[in-house]
């Protein structure tokens, strides 16, 4: 297959195994690209991308931008803080009045679960979904996913823990959906509260003690606390939640055995990581965000090889 299933990028859970195989060997061969001296290809030369971003974002936001560049599509950057959303602009109407400009794709951050795959139905673009509300994060996930198979080799029957808050991230979710796709055998650990009722429904087990879900898997993948999702306390206090969530290098060397640390940040040193473990060799987290620009850079490029047309 060299082509993928989908026309947009929604969420992982609307991908099949082969897409995800698709956009990693399409992002080794990008990774080898912005290794070279000269970072630039022009394969999206006749492209126009814009890059909306409803929420916060640091690494997406850049990552995309840098991804888009490197393959030399045009790109326009719109931040909703300093945009007509403000004066009342409906999401349709200004993504409408985007494309009028001749725009071909959407990256779209957005706080509303489902606000993607409402937008791919009702404009006319591809859209790439960087993250909407708590349901998915597909970029985030490929990138995690992809760099679980750098450091292993493969995915298939690698035993991955996902810490912390389970309830608000989209993170998890994506990164649940890969990794059973992919043959990975997925536990998550965090405060009952801050798990869903029904994970288990997802093909996980729960292990509730840090510890013993660390000694059993090959790689961690801690979340931060999403307090701005949270309406109430969902634990007793953030001291406690470090106590008894929080990855230190004491808890590591415990271990008496190698694991590899993923965060997708931004991390909050000190909370659900302490900053000798985030600094140390066990953490790839700057890996993960070198691979994230290869990653979108495949993504983007294989959702737009279904726009261009062979030159005459
Ligand atoms: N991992 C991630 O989505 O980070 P940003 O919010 O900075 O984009």
């Not at 082969?18 to 030369?45: G, Y």
């Not at 790109?75 to 959303?85: D, G, H, R, T, Y």
């Not at 992919?182 to 650990?189: H, Q, S, Y």
Request: charge should be neutral; include cysteine; charged fraction near 25%.
């Amino acid at each position: 297959m060299n082509t993928l299933s989908v026309d947009h990028l929604l969420g992982i859970k609307y991908l099949k195994e082969a897409d995800l195989q698709l956009i990693f060997e399409t992002a080794d061969h990008f990774k080898e690209v912005i290794n070279r001296p000269i970072k630039k290809v022009p394969s999206l030369r006749d492209v126009t991308i814009a890059n909306l971003f409803f929420e916060n974002s640091t690494r997406t936001k850049l990552s995309f931008e840098l991804a888009e560049k490197r393959l030399s599509a045009d790109i326009l950057n719109f931040s909703a803080a300093q945009s007509s959303v403000k004066k009342g602009e409906t999401l349709i109407d200004t993504v409408n009045n985007i494309l009028a400009m001749k725009v071909d794709m959407v990256v779209m951050r957005h706080p509303n679960p489902g606000a993607a795959e409402f937008l791919s139905k009702n404009v006319n673009a591809i859209i790439v979904n960087a993250g909407d509300g708590t349901h998915e994060h597909p970029t985030q996930a490929l990138l995690d996913t992809y760099s679980i198979r750098e450091r292993f080799g493969e995915v298939t029957g690698k035993r991955i823990v996902i810490v912390g808050d389970i309830l608000h991230s989209r993170v998890a979710l994506s990164n649940i959906f890969a990794l059973n796709m992919l043959g990975a055998e997925v536990k998550v650990c965090g405060p009952k509260s801050l798990l869903p009722k029904h994970i288990e429904s997802l093909g996980v087990t729960i292990e509730p003690d840090l510890k013993r879900a660390l000694s059993w898997c090959d790689a961690a993948n801690m979340l931060r606390v999403q307090n701005e999702r949270m309406d109430k306390s969902y634990f007793p206090s953030i001291r406690e939640y470090t106590q008894l969530y929080g990855l230190t290098l004491p808890l590591l060397k415990s271990l008496r055995k190698e694991i590899t640390i993923l965060h997708p940040g931004p991390m909050n040193r000190g909370v659900e990581i302490s900053s000798d473990v985030a600094d140390s060799e066990h953490a790839i987290i700057l890996d993960q965000v070198e691979n994230g620009v290869a990653i979108r850079m495949a993504v983007i490029y294989l959702l737009a090889a279904k726009l261009i047309k062979p030159q005459q």
